[in-house]
């Protein structure tokens, strides 16, 4: 009972704000005490009110109160401290609507530390203590602090629910096994407990293996934001690099024309004013003359008249003016007319290259992670229609059957010239450019073949790694022979199994950065699948080797 004493004297000498006991203690009109300080942060917030209240009954005051300390209650604070006495408990102690209080505090409750679905009831720390030092009461199962223990009392029995029915899904009491729910499916509450935590378990597994497989969904969306940030810088950089290229060629045309322009404008100048100087100096010369003759029209010896007139009278042949062709504008004239034509043949060049541009750079395929083909008909629905390019094949390959199949001839084939035909290596590329999903498959006969995958600026010229599939950065290639598969890229061979075929799938996703090799017979295996970045769009390639009569042939699968 002292101690209850104790703990009212707090709560007596405790500010209803701060919840503390009170500083620098103050009594409003109405008796109620406060803290100095909390009291006025009260009433600045009502000033816009100009009707001051009391935080605990709401009495109001008009106009504020003059606050003034309480020398009494300030004493009386200051003698509890010295005897030990401390606060009431801070706010958070407290229970709020949100919180599970305890069942055993007057007045204003805790919090409760923990429930007792025994005792049916929930107690702060305080009034725990029973639990872990009466010797009954230690028996009892504590729980986290709830609000719903009353729904463990059967509403018709008033009994705890100890007991679960199967049949109707619903939790019972002893009684109710007996009764109502007699002859039903029912088992303790704890059994079905452990057969629901073992289902648990299950469902946990199948969301974390769920929430693994969305993170790594995540993780490849992240790599291809990357891709498709690093794909677009290059590709800003490459064509500024271009038109850079592009306008400095056409400021050097537009230098050399105007070059050539003013050149030309200097000779025709000086051509004019030389032509100028000669006809002011006949102008000057015939000025004299006339000057002379008109003189000479006014002498009176007629002597001097007759002897005089035949030297003066007589002129040397004179330039006709009517000659002068005056013409400066024509050859600005053609100037112009080249300039315009070849600015009409560039607009017609980019009109055309243009619409191939914009159409590159929309083709956007769907970013989110799309479900891999299972079976073949799946892949199928990728199947494209690729042809093997006649200006990429090797001199010793006869294209056949719609360029779709290759043969290794015994002697060279009579191909014209061409800048991107393999000159060394008995190997050729498709025609189409392979962007989005493509799947196609490739049947050979003979002793071996490589089907393979290449970006267009993998070098023609020569018989280097630089030139061979899978033997650079440029290509991936499958090497196919009677006994064995190998991967190679950059130089890298990695020997793979699977079912020896005559045909071979390969499936492409671009934009996933996704290549997949198929053996083909009755059934379809994956033999190797590779994860990268494309940073291009790839064709379709094949490698053949001596002897001759060896083929390959991409195969129409629609």
């Given at each position: 009972m002292a101690q209850k004493g104790v703990q009212l004297d707090q709560e007596t000498f405790c500010c209803s704000i701060c919840l503390d006991l009170l500083k620098d203690p103050v009594t409003v009109p109405c008796g109620h005490s406060y803290c100095m300080n909390c009291i006025k942060a009260h009433w600045d917030k009502e000033d816009e009110k100009t009707v001051y209240?009391?935080?605990?009954?709401?009495?109001?005051?008009?106009?504020?109160?003059?606050?003034?300390?309480?020398?009494?209650?300030?004493?009386?604070v200051e003698e509890m401290k010295k005897t030990?006495?401390?606060?009431?408990?801070?706010?958070?102690?407290?229970?709020?609507?949100?919180?599970v209080a305890c069942d055993v505090c007057t007045g204003r409750k805790l919090k409760a530390h923990h429930s007792c679905p025994v005792c049916l009831a929930s107690y702060c720390e305080k009034h725990l203590q029973p639990h872990f030092d009466a010797a009954p009461l230690k028996k009892h199962k504590l729980v986290e602090p709830s609000k719903k223990l009353q729904e463990n009392i059967c509403s018709h029995h008033d009994e705890v629910m100890k007991m679960f029915c199967r049949t109707?899904?619903?939790?019972?009491?002893?009684?109710?096994?007996?009764?109502?729910?007699?002859?039903?499916?029912?088992v303790s509450a704890a059994a079905e407990r452990t057969e629901r935590q073992r289902e648990l378990?299950?469902?946990?597994?199948?969301?974390?293996?769920?929430?693994h497989d969305r993170e790594k969904d995540v993780k490849l969306l992240h790599q291809q934001v990357?891709?498709?940030n690093r794909s677009a810088d290059k590709a800003v950089e490459v064509s500024e690099k271009i038109f850079t290229q592009l306008i400095r060629l056409m400021e050097k045309r537009r230098s050399n024309v105007e070059r050539q322009v003013r050149f030309q404008q200097v000779a025709e100048l000086s051509r004019v004013r030389e032509l100028q100087e000669k006809l002011e100096q006949q102008i000057t010369a015939l000025k004299s003359r006339d000057a002379?003759?008109?003189?000479?029209s006014h002498t009176e010896d007629h002597n001097l008249f007759l002897h005089s007139y035949p030297s003066l009278s007589h002129l040397s042949e004179s330039t006709d003016s009517t000659s002068i062709n005056i013409r400066p504008h024509r050859y600005c004239l053609a100037v112009t007319a080249a300039v315009s034509e070849a600015r009409d043949k560039l607009q017609e060049v980019l009109r055309e290259k243009w619409t191939n541009i914009s159409q590159t750079v929309t083709e956007v395929d769907v970013l989110l992670p799309q479900p891999e083909p299972k079976t073949r008909a799946d892949f199928l629905q990728?199947?494209?229609?690729?042809?093997?390019?006649?200006?990429?094949?090797?001199?010793?390959l006869l294209l056949s059957d719609g360029n779709r199949k290759a043969t290794v001839m015994s002697q060279q084939q009579s191909y014209s010239r061409h800048p991107d035909r393999f000159t060394d290596l008995f190997q050729v590329l498709s025609r189409e450019s392979l962007t989005g999903h493509c799947y196609w498959e490739v049947e050979r006969r003979g002793r071996g073949v490589c089907v393979a995958v290449a970006y267009k600026n993998i070098r023609r010229a020569g018989d280097g790694n630089e030139c061979v599939f899978g033997y650079n950065d440029k290509s991936w290639a499958l090497d196919c022979d009677n006994s064995s598969y190998n991967v190679r890229y950059n130089n890298v061979h990695t020997p793979v199994s699977g079912p020896r075929s005559p045909r071979v799938g390969v499936y492409l996703d671009h934009i996933a950065g996704i290549l997949s090799f198929f053996s083909i017979s009755e059934t379809m295996t994956l033999l190797h699948r590779v994860q990268t970045t494309f940073t291009q769009p790839l064709c379709a390639g094949l490698t053949f080797y001596w002897p001759p009569g060896d083929t390959a042939e991409l195969c129409q699968v629609k």
């Open positions: 209240s009391c935080p605990q009954c709401r009495q109001t005051f008009t106009p504020r109160p003059v606050l003034l300390k309480s020398t009494m209650l300030a004493d009386l030990g006495l401390q606060a009431a408990p801070a706010d958070h102690c407290y229970a709020g609507p949100e919180d109707d899904q619903r939790s019972i009491c002893y009684l109710c096994s007996v009764d109502e729910h007699r002859g039903h499916d029912t378990g299950v469902s946990r597994q199948n969301i974390q293996q769920r929430i990357e891709a498709i002379d003759l008109e003189e000479l990728y199947s494209c229609d690729i042809t093997l390019d006649p200006n990429t094949v090797n001199t010793w």
